[in-house]
C-alpha cells in the first residue's frame, strides 16, 4: 500500500507533461485545420473590409493615387437627398420582414397541423424561395404591368379600378410593389425555419396546458410563442440581413425608379461605384450601410436573449 | 496520440508540399520573351469566330505577339475594366459604349490616338469624320470607331394607317399629335429609350441646350426647355406616350414597341434587330424607318482604344489598324448587320443589304445621314454624373410628381452643383 501511494505521484508527474504535450498537439492541428479558412476570412471579408473603411476616407480615382480628404463625403451623404431616400427604402424593406414572419407563421401554424395535404402545401410555399431572384424579379414585372399584368387584368375584371395602374411606375407604389415581391419570395424560408422550431416544442407541454384547461389562444401565446422565440429572432435577423443586401430583386423590377423611389443603399451603392465611378463614395455609403447593419443585428440578438437561432428541446 | 500524430504530419506534408509548388512556379523562368495583348469587349461574345480570325491573323503578323480577348456583359464592363486597372493590369484595347470612355480618357487612363492618326493619316480616312470626331476631348482623339449607331423614329405603319397618319412626323408638335391619335385602349402613340441621352432629340429639336457651349453651366432650363417638358409630361399623362419610356432601359421599351401596341419608339439602330427578333409583325410593309423630326440623334457607338496602362502601345495600334482595315470592318459588317464607320465597309454593308434586307438597309442608311446633326455627346469627363443629376428631375416631371417648371428649376441647381465639381 506504501508503495502504491509512493509511486502514483511519480506516475502523475510523468503523465503530466505528457496530457500537456498532446493538449499543446491538439490546439496547434485545430489551428493547422482552421488557418485556411481564416486565411480566406481575412483576404477577402476582414481586409477589404479595412480597405473599404480606408476608402471612404479618400478622394479616390482608379487613374490617379488617392487622396486624403477625411469626413468630405460623409458631409456630402449628409446633404445627399439620394442617401436619405435610399436609407429610409432600406428602412421599409427591413420593417417588411415582421409582415413576412407574421405570414409565414401564420402558415406554420396551419402546415403544422394534421391537414390533408399538408406536405404538398409546404412545398407550394418553399417554391417561391429557391427561384433566381432576378427570375422572380422579371415575373412580377410583368405581373405589374400596366397594359398586360396580371394585378390590372383581376382589378379591371372585377370592377374595382377604371384606369390600369402603373405599379412600378408610380412614386407611391413602386416601392411597395418590390415589398410584395420579396416579401413574397422569402416567405418560403421563414416558413421552414419557424416550421422547425414549432416541431420543436414537446407535444406533452401542449398536453399538460390542454389537462389544466388553457385555451387554444393561451396555449399559442404561453408555450409556442416563447419557445419559438430563438426561431422567430433568428428569421428576423435574417430578414434583416436581406433587406440590406437586396439588390437583383429591385434592379430587375425598378432600377431603383422612378426617380430614385425604389432606391435602396445597396443599389445606390452599386450605382456610385460602378455608374457613377465613385468608388471612394460607395466606400463612405457601405461604411454607413455596414455600421447600420451590424447595430441592427445587435439589437435584433439582444432582443432574442442572445441565443438568436438556438433550438430548444424543452 | 497517434490519431492526432498522423493527421498533423498529413498536414505539414501538404503545406510543404503548396510551398514548394510556389516556389517552383516562382522560379520558373517567365515564357521566354513572348508579348501579350489583352483585348476587352463589351457584350458581343457572338462574335467569338471574327475575334478568332482577327486573333490568328495578328499573330501570323506578329508571331512573337500572343492576343487574349475577353469579352464583359454590359454592367460588367465597367466594374470588370475598373478592377484590372486598379491591380495594375488593365487590358491592353478596350472597347466602351456611350460616354464611358470619355471618364477614362479624361482621369489619364487611355492613350491619345492623335498622334498615332497623325503618323498615319490613311487610318483617320477611313472613317466617317463625323463618327470619329465623337470620341475626341479636348481636341484629342481617344478611339478609333469599332461600330457604331444613332437615334433613328421607328414607327408602326398598321397603327399609322388605322390613325390615319400620312407619314412621320416632321415637327414635335406632330410627334406629340400623332402619338395622341394613336393612343387608345393598349395602344400608345410613342415610347423612347432613355438611357445614355437617347432622348434627349426630342429637347434638341425643340432648340434645348443642355449645356451652355463652355460646358460650364446648365443651359436647359428656360421657357421653351418648361414648354417641352410640360407637353412631354401632359402626353405622359394622357397616355399617349408610354410610361415605359421614362422607367424602362432597353428590353421594356424595344419589347413595348416589338408588341406592336405602340405607334412610334426612338432608339439607336441596334434596337431594329431586337424587335425584329421579337415581331413576326415587322416588315417593309409595317415598319417603317426615319430621322426623328430635324434631323436630330444621339451617337451611342462602340469604340475601341488602348488603356494607358499598357506595356505595348504600338502593338495595340497595330491590333487596332488591322481590325479597323476594311477587309475586317466588312467581315464584322456582314456578320453582324452593323455599320463601323469605316466609309468603304460601310457602304460595301448598305448596297449588300439594299439587295438582301431592304429594311435592315433602311435602317441602317438613317446612321449614315445627318451624322453633322449629333446631339446628346457632349464631351463631360463626368457624364455619367450630369445624367443622374438631371434625369430624375425629368422623371418627377413626366411621371406628375413635379411640374415641368420646378423639375427644371431642381434639375438645373443639381447639374450646376455637379458642373461646379
Known amino acids: ?314 | 496520440m497517434h490519431t492526432l500524430r498522423r493527421p498533423l504530419r498529413f498536414a505539414a506534408q501538404i503545406g510543404l508540399l503548396a510551398v514548394a509548388a510556389i516556389l517552383l512556379a516562382l522560379a520558373t523562368p517567365a515564357a521566354a520573351e513572348q508579348k501579350k495583348l489583352s483585348f476587352l469587349t463589351w457584350n458581343i461574345s457572338d462574335q467569338a469566330d471574327l475575334f478568332k480570325e482577327w486573333i490568328a491573323e495578328f499573330k501570323k503578323r506578329h508571331p512573337d505577339v500572343d492576343v487574349e480577348w475577353l469579352d464583359k456583359k454590359g454592367p460588367e464592363l465597367p466594374a470588370f475594366y475598373q478592377t484590372q486597372v486598379i491591380a495594375g493590369t488593365p487590358p491592353d484595347i478596350i472597347n466602351t459604349q456611350g460616354a464611358l470612355w470619355l471618364e477614362y480618357a479624361a482621369g489619364g487612363g487611355l492613350v491619345d490616338l492623335t498622334p498615332y492618326l497623325d503618323k498615319d493619316p490613311d487610318v483617320r480616312k477611313r472613317f466617317n469624320a463625323d463618327y470619329l470626331a465623337q470620341w475626341k476631348y479636348k481636341g484629342r482623339n481617344y478611339m478609333l470607331p469599332f461600330y457604331i449607331s444613332k437615334t433613328l423614329l421607328f414607327y408602326n405603319k398598321t397603327m399609322f394607317k388605322e390613325a390615319a397618319i400620312s407619314g412621320p412626323p416632321q415637327s414635335f408638335d406632330e410627334l406629340l399629335a400623332d402619338a395622341k391619335k394613336m393612343s387608345k385602349g393598349e395602344k400608345t402613340g410613342f415610347i423612347t429609350l432613355n438611357f445614355d441621352w437617347l432622348y434627349w432629340p426630342l429637347f434638341r429639336m425643340n432648340g434645348v441646350d443642355l449645356l451652355t457651349p463652355d460646358l460650364r453651366k446648365a443651359a436647359f432650363d428656360t421657357p421653351k426647355g418648361v414648354q417641352v417638358l410640360d407637353a412631354l409630361a401632359k402626353a405622359t399623362n394622357d397616355g399617349s406616350i408610354n410610361k415605359i419610356a421614362w422607367t424602362g432601359r432597353w428590353v421594356e421599351p424595344n419589347g413595348a414597341f416589338a408588341s406592336g401596341n405602340v405607334g412610334m419608339l426612338l432608339a439607336h439602330s441596334p434596337a431594329f434587330f431586337f424587335i425584329r427578333g421579337q415581331a413576326p409583325w415587322v416588315n417593309a410593309d409595317t415598319l417603317g424607318v426615319a430621322q426623328a423630326p430635324g434631323g436630330w440623334a444621339t451617337p451611342n457607338s462602340h469604340g475601341l482604344g488602348i488603356s494607358k496602362g499598357s506595356k505595348h502601345p504600338e502593338l495595340a495600334w497595330e491590333f487596332l489598324k488591322m481590325v479597323t482595315s476594311e477587309d475586317w470592318t466588312s467581315k464584322l459588317s456582314e456578320r453582324r448587320k452593323v455599320l463601323t464607320g469605316n466609309i468603304a465597309s460601310d457602304k460595301k454593308l448598305l448596297d449588300q443589304l439594299g439587295k438582301d434586307d431592304p429594311l435592315a438597309a433602311a435602317v441602317l442608311q438613317t446612321q449614315v445621314e445627318d451624322t453633322n446633326k449629333l446631339t446628346g455627346n457632349w464631351p463631360l469627363a463626368n457624364d455619367a454624373r450630369v445624367k443622374e443629376a438631371f434625369y430624375p428631375e425629368i422623371q418627377n416631371a413626366v411621371l406628375g410628381r413635379k411640374p415641368a417648371a420646378q423639375a427644371l428649376k431642381d434639375a438645373e441647381a443639381k447639374v450646376d452643383r455637379v458642373l461646379g465639381q
Open chain 1, 1 to 314: 500500500m506504501a508503495s502504491a501511494l509512493d509511486v502514483a505521484p511519480a506516475s502523475r508527474a510523468a503523465r503530466a507533461p505528457r496530457a500537456g504535450f498532446r493538449r499543446r498537439r491538439e490546439i496547434l492541428l485545430v489551428w493547422v485545420f482552421l488557418l485556411p479558412s481564416l486565411a480566406v476570412f481575412l483576404l477577402y471579408r476582414l481586409l477589404p473590409l479595412a480597405w473599404n473603411a480606408m476608402l471612404s476616407f479618400q478622394q479616390f480615382s482608379i487613374f490617379a493615387p488617392p487622396s486624403w480628404i477625411g469626413l468630405d463625403h460623409y458631409r456630402e451623404m449628409a446633404d445627399d437627398p439620394v442617401f436619405w431616400t435610399s436609407l429610409v427604402n432600406t428602412l421599409w424593406f427591413m420593417a417588411s420582414a415582421p409582415v413576412g414572419i407574421v405570414l409565414a407563421l401564420a402558415i406554420s401554424l396551419m402546415v403544422n397541423t394534421g391537414i390533408r395535404g399538408r406536405d404538398v402545401y409546404r412545398t407550394i410555399v418553399f417554391l417561391s424561395y429557391p427561384l433566381m431572384t432576378v427570375a422572380v424579379g422579371i415575373i412580377w414585372r410583368w405581373m405589374y404591368d400596366e397594359k398586360v399584368g396580371l394585378f390590372n387584368f383581376i382589378l379591371r375584371s372585377l370592377g374595382l379600378i377604371d384606369k390600369p395602374i402603373p405599379f412600378l411606375q408610380s412614386f407611391e407604389l413602386a416601392l411597395p410593389s418590390v415589398l410584395l415581391a420579396n416579401v413574397w419570395q422569402i416567405l418560403g424560408f421563414y416558413m421552414i425555419i419557424l416550421l422547425a422550431g414549432l416541431q420543436n416544442i414537446p407535444q406533452n407541454l401542449y398536453e399538460a396546458a390542454a389537462i389544466d384547461g388553457a385555451s387554444r389562444w393561451r396555449q399559442f401565446t404561453r408555450i409556442t410563442l416563447p419557445l419559438l422565440r430563438p426561431s422567430l429572432f433568428l428569421a428576423f435577423v435574417i430578414g434583416i440581413m436581406t433587406s440590406f443586401t437586396s439588390f437583383d430583386l429591385v434592379y430587375v423590377m425598378t432600377q431603383g425608379g422612378p426617380s430614385h423611389r425604389s432606391e435602396i443603399l445597396m443599389t445606390y451603392i452599386y450605382k456610385a461605384a460602378f455608374e457613377l465611378s465613385r468608388i471612394d463614395y460607395a466606400a463612405a455609403l457601405t461604411v454607413v450601410q455596414f455600421v447600420l447593419l451590424v447595430t441592427l443585428t445587435w439589437l435584433g440578438n439582444r432582443l432574442a436573449g442572445g441565443d438568436a437561432g438556438a433550438v430548444r428541446t424543452g
